[in-house]
C-alpha cells in the first residue's frame, strides 16, 4: 500500500498548487490513500466546506485539521455530517466532530486516520498519549485496520518524536504538522514506523510560515499590530511524506515529497 501525506494547505496558493500537482502525484505514483491537512486552508485560518470539498476533488481522501480546526465558524456545522473530516482527538469532549475514523481505500483496504494535538508551548488539552492508545487500542493494526496514520499537530519536536517511539510498530505513519517547515528527518523507526517531524506546509515559502512577510516582520520589529495577517499569494510549494507499506501495514520506506514553487524538488524514487 502507498500512501500520501500532503502538509498543511495555506490559503489560495496552498489550494491552487494541491489542485494543479496532486492528481498528477496520485496518477504516478499509485497512491491508495491521501491525507491533507487542511486546518489553514481558509485564508490561513482554518477551512470551510467548500474548500473541503475542493481538497477532496484534487484527490484528498480524508482532510485533518488542528488548532485552527473552528477557526471558521461554518467548521462547527459542516463536521458532523463530513465523515472524512477529522479535527484533534483530545479536544474536550462535546466538541463537534470526530478525531480518528476507519476509511476503506480504493483496493478494499482499511486505514485508521488519527489527528491529535500537542501540549508542549500548546495550549492544554487531555493527554494526547492517552487519546492516541484508546484510539488505536479500539482498531489495532493488523487485525481492524490494515493502516494506521497519525497526524500530530504539534509544536515540539521532542513531543512528535515521543509519539513516534511510543507508537512504533503499532501504526503505520506518525507525522508532524503545525510549524510549517519540512523537516530532514524522514526515516523508519526500528519497529517499521514511518516518522517526520513535519511535513511541511503547501503553500508560499517565501513568507513567514506562509504568511506575506510584512507584516509579522513588523509585528516583531515593533510588537504592534499594523494589519491582519494573510497568506502570501506566490509560487507554492506542495509538501508531504510518501510511505510505501509491507504486508503487515508497516513501513517499507518512507520519502519526502516537495513539488513546485521555492523549495528544491524531492520525489519518491520508485517504480
Known amino acids: 500500500m502507498r500512501i500520501l501525506f500532503v502538509g498543511d494547505v495555506v490559503g489560495r496558493a496552498g489550494r491552487r498548487v494541491v489542485g494543479e500537482a496532486l492528481p498528477e502525484l496520485v496518477a504516478r505514483y499509485r497512491f491508495d490513500f491521501v491525507v491533507v491537512n487542511g486546518e489553514n486552508a481558509a485564508g490561513g485560518f482554518g477551512i470551510t466546506e467548500a474548500i473541503h470539498a475542493e481538497l477532496c476533488d484534487a484527490g484528498a481522501d480524508v482532510v485533518t485539521l488542528g488548532n485552527h ?77 490494515d493502516a494506521i496514520i497519525v497526524d500530530m499537530h504539534a509544536e515540539a519536536t521532542s513531543e512528535k518524536q515521543g509519539m513516534a517511539h511510543y507508537l512504533d510498530g503499532r501504526v503505520s505513519l506518525v507525522v508532524g504538522t503545525h510549524t510549517h517547515t519540512p523537516t530532514a528527518d524522514h526515516q523508519v523507526l526500528a519497529g517499521g514506523t514511518a516518522y517526520q517531524s513535519d511535513a511541511g506546509m503547501s503553500g508560499d515559502y517565501d513568507s513567514v510560515i506562509g504568511m506575506d512577510k510584512e507584516e509579522p516582520v513588523n509585528r516583531f520589529l515593533t510588537a504592534l499590530p499594523r494589519a491582519r495577517f494573510e497568506p502570501a499569494l506566490g509560487d ?14 508497516l513501513a517499507r520506506d518512507a520519502a519526502p515529497v516537495r513539488v513546485g514553487g521555492r523549495l528544491s524538488q524531492a520525489l519518491p524514487d520508485w517504480d
Not at 507554492?236 to 501495514?249: M, Q, S, W
Request: charged content about 20%.
Open 69 to 145: 480546526a473552528f477557526d471558521q465558524r461554518e467548521a462547527l456545522v459542516f463536521i458532523e455530517r463530513t465523515p472524512n473530516l477529522i479535527r484533534p482527538i483530545n479536544l474536550p469532549p462535546g466538541t463537534p466532530g470526530a478525531g480518528a475514523g476507519l476509511y476503506e481505500t480504493r483496493s478494499g483496504k482499511r486505514v485508521l486516520v488519527i489527528n491529535v494535538l500537542g501540549r508542549v508551548f500548546m495550549q492544554p488539552l487531555d493527554d494526547p498519549f492517552a487519546a492516541v492508545e484508546k484510539a488505536i487500542a479500539e482498531c489495532p493494526l493488523g487485525d481492524v485496520a
Open 236 to 249: 507554492a510549494t506542495l509538501c508531504g511524506l510518501a510511505v510505501e507499506l509491507d504486508g503487515r501495514g
